[in-house]
């Protein structure tokens, strides 16, 4: 970029600020230094409290605004921009904005092109001042100090620590907010006043001046506290918002820590609590049938699908659970009577077990599927789900009082002992039920059916022993009775 | 001052109304307490006064007037057979209580809702008479928000918007089928009858204000609605297409998401598992497309996957562009403002900035790095004068390469 040629190239002038968010008296001198054509480099703006250019010798003010000299240009996309970054703490600001200013004499359009430096970095203190000042309208928390009329009445108290000279450019805010309330706002950097008619300024102030705290804040931390949804922790959201630095003046903030420690526990609770509601259990097995097709206690209940109940006489010896209605099940309404049924019917009768004797149920009385176009694929109940329809199975056992219970596959071990066991380690011996009768855990069917080869040939031997054995105890269990 | 009770209705009020996901403040007319009696403002931009660990926006006091309902809506924690604490705030103490936090600066101002007491008539009648009391008698100007029982009279509905910024009604559910099967007692044609009737008033006062300068102002800050995303079967797509349809039919402001959560007390009808959280950004990433991307619904739901929801992984936006790379890449020196929206990682800021540089200078990548948060990300979908992506755009395993590395963890999972 070509200079202009400048005539006061050769001095130097150091500008000094009246107040550190003065704007309207850096757009003056700017004014004119511009039109005097000082070059940037040729000067230094020093704000109150502020040391400058230590090697800044110069000691020109700032020149006459001269009549004849041509006009200083400036668009609004600049102005607005620069009123607002000039508020920002940064000690280089000023010198930007001018830098700015300069450039954009010879090239008008320049505020557009936002991959310049300059320009990006005033959108970046811009973008921070008005940050700062949407933070203190969002975080500044006031606090009542009563007082009586003849005072004047009851006056709002906040402290507030902003990061930038914000405090007078949102000074209307807050009176356009509170126009008929007494309030103050106490900074490190000034304070303000409002009196219901009047803004006044006053000096800098100290936490200590203050008011403590304020009797609707125990309130407030209630609802705070209330309104959080401990299933939903996203603390990474809540810090990029409302950052640490605020959290010193704002009441609410102490509570944080416990309800993020707290959240997990709560969640779990709120589940476990939801989980398990039932009424008394029924007493009949007709009972159980009924309550059964009604229940919608898990997912499971809420498809499209027909609850089964357990099948076989009421009084019955042998109890033998699977894992839920299967397709076939839930369209006949019967337990095991599709390919694993048909499976467990062929080594039942190998064993000497008369299914028909035997009560045969499901750990989960409803079928949980996902629709794969007109098909519908079998999912395994959630542990979740076989604990909840544990009550029913429970209920039923209650009526049947089997001497001996066989649980095929894992999911009906867990429903039996509320636990998972792994079937391999479980298989082979009896597992004594509180009620004095006996669990044998063995494969079910239809894992049976979906091996080859020689593992499917083990897995049927180790079936096949599994229900010999149970054979073997019904008929010790007969001869006892 | 606050008396034990107060705190514990407060308490069980509150807790009962975090699963209502909007605490929007904005969009409002421009007002402020100047030259009136009371406080408040509005100035256009909505102020979150703080935010809860749920990463959540705490503009309002939200709450209900009371939890005691008559209905029993398997998803709500105040339904009928839930055997939540009951609690029950008079209309007095409601406005109390806003005044109090207002003056603290602790809140924009109320989001009211209620179960439904006695009738659906009474207990409108009662909201609205909590709006009432602070407009007319304490001249609040600060902002409301007052849910809507579409099973209330017309008349009494339209009480609400007169003196409410925003009125909503929940459709509850995306399907119909999950209505009638987890909210017994709603009908969806009742509630989009009350939706309807609200937009034709907004649109009838809107209309009157134009030619009468006193006509009163009708719900400045226009209707929502809030839709519960993972209790029910419905796809993304569903959710997709019935926002949109909601949009168009009742020109809303919002469409809400909110992920079902468990609840305490929860209907065992619903899934105990939380849908991940990130179900419910997806859905939300998928409005902006629509709102401001200038994306139709249609092609929001193109970029679904098989089971027809939004991938988690990615963003709706990237999945578009991995699905029709036809489209791309885009020659940001050239390209119209709707191609530039397209390109995963340019934001609407992006766009603009890229606009506006463009007419001063032809962009190098580096400058587009300077005016987008993440440069990797565009790259492979645009060229520069100095950048051509060559076959990246062809490359199979280009979702990998974009996707976020690190998964998100499953906090509770057992």
């Given at each position: 970029?070509?200079?202009?040629?400048a005539?006061?190239a050769?001095?130097?002038?150091?500008?000094?600020l009246p107040?550190a968010?003065?704007?309207?008296?850096?757009?003056?001198c700017?004014?004119?230094?511009i039109?005097?054509q000082?070059?940037p480099?040729r000067i230094?703006?020093?704000?109150?409290g502020?040391?400058?250019?230590?090697f800044a010798?110069?000691?020109h003010?700032v020149?006459a605004?001269t009549s004849g000299?041509p006009?200083v240009?400036?668009?609004?996309?600049?102005?607005?921009?620069?009123?607002?970054?000039?508020?920002?703490?940064d000690?280089e600001?000023?010198?930007?904005?001018?830098?700015?200013?300069w450039?954009?004499?010879?090239?008008p359009?320049m505020?557009?092109?936002?991959a310049?430096?300059?320009?990006?970095?005033?959108?970046?203190?811009d973008k921070?001042v008005?940050r700062?000042?949407h933070?203190?309208h969002?975080?500044v928390?006031?606090?009542?100090?009563?007082?009586?009329?003849?005072?004047?009445g009851?006056?709002?108290v906040?402290?507030?620590?902003?990061?930038?000279?914000?405090?007078?450019?949102?000074?209307g805010?807050?009176?356009r907010?509170f126009a008929n309330m007494?309030?103050?706002?106490?900074?490190p950097?000034?304070?303000?006043h409002?009196?219901?008619?009047?803004?006044?300024e006053?000096?800098?102030a100290?936490r200590?001046?203050?008011p403590?705290?304020?009797?609707?804040?125990?309130?407030?931390?209630?609802?705070?506290?209330s309104?959080f949804?401990?299933?939903r922790?996203k603390?990474g959201?809540m810090l990029k918002?409302?950052?640490k630095?605020?959290?010193k003046n704002?009441p609410?903030?102490a509570l944080?820590p416990?309800?993020?420690?707290?959240a997990?526990s709560?969640?779990?609770k709120m589940?476990?609590?939801?989980?398990?509601e039932?009424?008394e259990r029924?007493e009949t097995l007709?009972a159980i049938?009924?309550?059964?097709?009604?229940?919608?206690?898990c997912?499971?209940g809420?498809?499209?699908?027909?609850?089964?109940m357990?099948?076989?006489?009421?009084?019955?010896a042998l109890m033998?659970?699977?894992e839920q209605p299967?397709?076939?099940?839930?369209i006949k309404?019967?337990?095991?009577?599709?390919p694993?049924?048909?499976?467990l019917?062929?080594?039942?009768?190998?064993?000497?077990?008369?299914?028909s004797?035997?009560?045969v149920t499901?750990a989960v009385?409803?079928?949980?599927?996902?629709?794969?176009?007109?098909r519908?694929i079998?999912q395994s109940?959630a542990?979740?789900?076989?604990?909840?329809?544990?009550?029913?199975?429970?209920?039923?056992?209650?009526?049947?009082?089997?001497k001996?219970?066989?649980?095929?596959?894992?999911?009906?071990?867990?429903?039996?002992?509320?636990?998972?066991?792994?079937?391999?380690n479980?298989?082979?011996a009896p597992?004594q039920?509180e009620?004095?009768?006996?669990?044998w855990?063995?494969?079910?069917p239809?894992?049976?059916l979906?091996?080859d080869?020689a593992?499917?040939?083990e897995?049927?031997?180790l079936?096949?022993?599994?229900?010999?054995?149970?054979?073997?105890?019904?008929d010790e269990?007969?001869?006892?009775a | 001052?606050?008396?034990?009770?107060?705190?514990?209705k407060?308490?069980?009020l509150a807790?009962?109304?975090?699963?209502?996901?909007?605490c929007a403040s904005?969009g409002?007319s421009k007002?402020n307490?100047?030259?009136g009696k009371?406080?408040?403002?509005t100035e256009?931009?909505?102020i979150?006064?703080?935010?809860?660990?749920?990463?959540?926006c705490?503009?309002l006091?939200?709450?209900l007037?009371?939890n005691?309902?008559?209905?029993?809506?398997?998803?709500c924690i105040n339904?009928?057979?839930s055997?939540?604490?009951?609690a029950?705030f008079?209309p007095?103490?409601?406005?109390?209580l806003?005044l109090?936090?207002y003056?603290r600066?602790?809140?924009?101002g109320l989001?009211?809702?209620s179960?439904?007491?006695?009738?659906?008539?009474?207990?409108m009648e009662q909201l609205v008479?909590?709006?009432r009391?602070?407009r007319e008698?304490h001249?609040?100007?600060?902002?409301?928000?007052?849910?809507t029982?579409?099973?209330?009279d017309?008349?009494?509905?339209?009480?609400?918007g007169?003196y409410?910024?925003?009125?909503s009604?929940?459709?509850?559910?995306?399907t119909?089928s999950?209505?009638?099967?987890?909210a017994?007692?709603?009908?969806?044609?009742?509630?989009?009858?009350?939706?309807?009737?609200?937009?034709?008033d907004?649109?009838?006062?809107k209309?009157?204000?134009?030619?009468f300068?006193?006509?009163p102002?009708?719900?400045p800050?226009?209707?929502s609605?809030?839709?519960?995303?993972?209790?029910?079967t419905?796809?993304d797509?569903?959710i997709?297409?019935k926002a949109s349809?909601?949009?168009?039919s009742?020109k809303?402001r919002?469409?809400y998401?909110?992920a079902?959560?468990p609840i305490p007390?929860?209907?065992?009808?619903?899934?105990?598992?939380?849908?991940?959280?990130i179900?419910?950004?997806r859905?939300?990433?998928s409005?902006w497309?629509?709102?401001?991307?200038?994306?139709k619904?249609?092609e929001?739901?193109?970029a679904?996957e098989?089971d027809?929801?939004?991938?988690?992984?990615?963003?709706p936006k990237?999945?578009w562009?991995?699905?029709?790379?036809?489209?791309?890449p885009?020659?940001?020196?050239r390209a119209?403002?709707?191609?530039?929206?397209?390109v995963p990682?340019?934001?609407?800021?992006?766009v603009h900035?890229?606009?506006?540089s463009r007419?001063?200078?032809?962009l190098?990548?580096?400058?587009v790095?300077?005016?987008?948060?993440?440069i990797?990300?565009?790259?492979?979908?645009?060229c520069?004068?100095?950048?051509?992506?060559?076959?990246?755009t062809d490359?199979a395993?280009?979702r990998t390469m974009?996707?976020?590395?690190?998964e998100?963890?499953?906090?509770?999972?057992a």
């Amino acid at each position: 970029m070509t200079m202009l040629p400048a005539a006061h190239a050769d001095s130097f002038h150091v500008v000094h600020l009246p107040a550190a968010d003065d704007f309207d008296f850096w757009r003056d001198c700017a004014r004119a230094l511009i039109q005097a054509q000082v070059p940037p480099d040729r000067i230094s703006w020093i704000e109150p409290g502020g040391s400058g250019d230590l090697f800044a010798q110069g000691d020109h003010g700032v020149p006459a605004l001269t009549s004849g000299a041509p006009p200083v240009r400036a668009n609004r996309r600049f102005v607005n921009l620069a009123r607002n970054a000039a508020l920002h703490s940064d000690p280089e600001r000023f010198a930007l904005l001018y830098r700015l200013l300069w450039r954009l004499q010879e090239n008008p359009g320049m505020m557009e092109d936002k991959a310049d430096d300059d320009v990006r970095k005033i959108e970046e203190l811009d973008k921070n001042v008005r940050r700062d000042s949407h933070k203190m309208h969002a975080f500044v928390r006031f606090r009542l100090v009563e007082a009586d009329e003849a005072e004047g009445g009851d006056r709002y108290v906040a402290w507030f620590e902003p990061d930038h000279h914000i405090l007078r450019a949102n000074a209307g805010f807050f009176m356009r907010r509170f126009a008929n309330m007494r309030w103050s706002i106490l900074t490190p950097r000034g304070s303000l006043h409002w009196d219901g008619e009047t803004m006044a300024e006053g000096p800098a102030a100290e936490r200590s001046d203050a008011p403590q705290g304020d009797p609707m804040e125990d309130l407030w931390r209630t609802y705070y506290a209330s309104i959080f949804n401990p299933a939903r922790l996203k603390i990474g959201a809540m810090l990029k918002e409302m950052p640490k630095k605020y959290w010193k003046n704002m009441p609410e903030a102490a509570l944080i820590p416990e309800l993020v420690a707290g959240a997990q526990s709560r969640e779990a609770k709120m589940v476990e609590k939801g989980a398990l509601e039932f009424d008394e259990r029924p007493e009949t097995l007709a009972a159980i049938d009924k309550a059964i097709s009604a229940c919608r206690k898990c997912p499971i209940g809420l498809l499209d699908n027909h609850a089964v109940m357990g099948e076989g006489p009421q009084d019955a010896a042998l109890m033998i659970v699977g894992e839920q209605p299967g397709d076939q099940e839930d369209i006949k309404g019967r337990p095991f009577v599709g390919p694993a049924g048909q499976l467990l019917d062929d080594h039942l009768r190998t064993a000497g077990i008369d299914r028909s004797a035997a009560y045969v149920t499901n750990a989960v009385k409803h079928f949980k599927y996902v629709q794969r176009g007109k098909r519908r694929i079998h999912q395994s109940p959630a542990a979740k789900e076989i604990d909840t329809c544990r009550w029913w199975m429970e209920s039923e056992r209650a009526i049947v009082q089997p001497k001996l219970v066989l649980a095929m596959g894992a999911s009906a071990a867990r429903g039996m002992l509320g636990k998972t066991v792994s079937i391999s380690n479980a298989r082979g011996a009896p597992i004594q039920l509180e009620d004095g009768s006996e669990l044998w855990v063995t494969a079910h069917p239809s894992y049976l059916l979906r091996l080859d080869g020689a593992a499917r040939d083990e897995q049927v031997r180790l079936f096949d022993n599994d229900l010999r054995a149970v054979r073997q105890r019904l008929d010790e269990i007969a001869q006892r009775a | 001052m606050a008396s034990a009770s107060t705190l514990q209705k407060l308490e069980i009020l509150a807790d009962a109304a975090k699963y209502d996901a909007s605490c929007a403040s904005s969009g409002t007319s421009k007002r402020n307490s100047v030259g009136g009696k009371g406080i408040g403002s509005t100035e256009g931009m909505g102020i979150c006064h703080a935010y809860a660990p749920d990463g959540r926006c705490i503009s309002l006091l939200k709450i209900l007037l009371t939890n005691y309902c008559v209905f029993d809506c398997h998803y709500c924690i105040n339904r009928k057979s839930s055997n939540v604490a009951r609690a029950r705030f008079t209309p007095q103490e409601v406005v109390d209580l806003t005044l109090a936090f207002y003056r603290r600066n602790y809140i924009e101002g109320l989001f009211l809702s209620s179960g439904i007491v006695k009738s659906s008539n009474h207990t409108m009648e009662q909201l609205v008479e909590v709006a009432r009391i602070l407009r007319e008698e304490h001249d609040f100007r600060g902002y409301i928000h007052l849910k809507t029982i579409p099973e209330a009279d017309a008349e009494i509905v339209h009480q609400a918007g007169l003196y409410a910024d925003r009125v909503s009604i929940n459709v509850e559910l995306p399907t119909d089928s999950g209505l009638t099967r987890l909210a017994p007692d709603k009908n969806s044609g009742q509630i989009e009858g009350a939706m309807g009737k609200v937009t034709s008033d907004i649109a009838e006062l809107k209309d009157a204000r134009k030619k009468f300068k006193h006509a009163p102002r009708y719900a400045p800050a226009g209707q929502s609605t809030q839709m519960i995303v993972g209790a029910d079967t419905a796809t993304d797509s569903d959710i997709v297409g019935k926002a949109s349809r909601l949009y168009d039919s009742f020109k809303l402001r919002r469409v809400y998401y909110s992920a079902f959560s468990p609840i305490p007390d929860a209907s065992a009808v619903l899934p105990l598992k939380r849908p991940p959280l990130i179900r419910e950004h997806r859905l939300y990433q998928s409005d902006w497309l629509m709102r401001f991307y200038g994306y139709k619904p249609a092609e929001v739901m193109q970029a679904t996957e098989a089971d027809g929801n939004l991938p988690l992984d990615i963003d709706p936006k990237l999945a578009w562009a991995l699905k029709f790379r036809e489209q791309f890449p885009v020659d940001v020196n050239r390209a119209t403002k709707e191609q530039l929206l397209r390109v995963p990682g340019l934001g609407v800021k992006a766009v603009h900035k890229i606009l506006a540089s463009r007419r001063h200078r032809t962009l190098r990548l580096d400058d587009v790095a300077r005016l987008t948060l993440s440069i990797t990300k565009v790259r492979p979908f645009i060229c520069t004068v100095d950048w051509r992506p060559l076959l990246l755009t062809d490359r199979a395993d280009l979702r990998t390469m974009l996707a976020p590395k690190t998964e998100q963890l499953e906090l509770f999972s057992a």
